[in-house]
């Protein structure tokens, strides 16, 4: 089990490091916006500036996950912008459902395998 939760750990930080640096780095092609209310929520997205705060939070989550530190705050920053991709599927783009699937069950499991530093949070 301990190899898993590496691997899961590797994987879901490598995936918010390369999508983080990518907010600023540009190396991955982006197809034009769609004409329809997710594209105008994109095109505000990028003409706000907002990206790069997006960006800036998932390559921080995502490095902390590498490192393996600080992992339970790692968690918890992805934790908000996984919820925040499940709501703009849910509402404006139900085709990227795929990756946030995936994301979503490692995040859970790594939540799972980290749940004794939660236990504040979550107890009385």
Aim: aromatic letters at 16%; zero cysteines; charged letters at 10%.
């Amino acid at each position: 089990m301990k190899i898993a939760t590496i691997v899961a750990r590797v994987l879901l930080g490598l995936i918010f490091v390369v999508f983080g640096s990518n907010a600023f780095l540009r190396f991955l092609p982006m197809p034009p916006p769609p004409p329809n209310l997710a594209g105008d929520f994109m095109k505000v997205f990028f003409a706000s500036g907002y990206v790069y705060v997006i960006g800036a939070m998932q390559l921080l989550g995502g490095l902390l996950l590498l490192f393996g530190r600080f992992v339970p705050l790692g968690l918890t920053i992805l934790a908000a912008i996984i919820f925040n991709i499940w709501v703009f599927n849910l509402l404006m783009a139900p085709e990227g459902f795929p990756p946030a699937l995936i994301v979503t069950v490692l995040e859970l499991f790594l939540l799972w395998r980290y749940r004794g530093a939660f236990t504040g949070l979550v107890s009385n």
